[in-house]
């Protein structure tokens, strides 16, 4: 009599799980899977570190990078870290449903930035209006402003702004700079320097709050 473990049926599902074992440990193994192509690109890109990369469930589904104090010693270089992250893997992963990225300190894992797509669209935009930001700043009495997008904040860009005006009253210009320039929507935190007869003056403001310390 043939034992039932011989019958086509049971040698058939045999076979196919041994082809996805061995296939996903493979795949796994070579570093053919986007999160760990993804580990590959940031290693190359930062020579001498060595990064985790998770890619975590969900609805939708988010990857994790963990850095060194070292690589990311600051909030805005962690977010800046993971934009970068999010975009090298939308790219590896095609058809992803992973819209953000969660970056970690190895020396302080409870210190979390999150950054997603929305976030990412806002740099976008406003590294693509910096022509505008001139503007609103001429607008509100800045004379000759340099403006620069620094990185992202929380919600939106992080923007700087210099600039010089002739009247007294540069502190009152650098405020109504900052009122105009974070009513744009991709703004998320700007600093800006009036330099006028008695010195320069610094004001800040957004939706973000005040940089990190």
Do not use: W
């Not at 049926?9 to 296939?23: D, W």
């Amino acid at each position: 009599m043939r034992r039932r473990s011989d019958t086509p049926f049971a040698i058939l599902v045999i076979g196919i799980f041994t082809v996805v074992f061995f296939g996903g440990a493979i795949v796994y193994t070579t570093g053919n899977t986007p999160i760990l192509k993804l580990k590959a690109e940031l290693e190359k890109e930062h020579p001498g570190q060595t990064l985790k990369t998770r890619l975590l469930p969900g609805n939708p589904p988010h990857i994790e990078l963990e850095v060194s104090p070292e690589l990311a010693p600051d909030v805005l270089t962690m977010t800046a870290l993971g934009l970068d992250a999010l975009d090298r893997y939308r790219k590896l992963a095609e058809r992803t449903r992973v819209e953000s990225c969660v970056v970690r300190r190895k020396d302080a894992p409870e210190l979390a930035v999150t950054v997603d797509l929305p976030l990412q669209y806002a740099l976008d935009e406003a590294q693509g209006s910096v022509g505008l930001i001139q503007q609103t700043a001429q607008r509100a009495g800045v004379t000759s402003p340099e403006v620069a997008v620094v990185g992202a904040a929380v919600t939106g860009a992080h923007v700087t702004v210099k600039g010089r005006t002739v009247k007294a009253d540069a502190g009152a210009i650098a405020d109504r700079a900052v009122a105009a320039i974070t009513s744009l929507s991709y703004v998320g935190r700007v600093q800006v320097v009036v330099t006028g007869p008695k010195g320069p003056i610094q004001r800040g403001g957004g939706r973000d709050g005040p940089p990190p310390p």
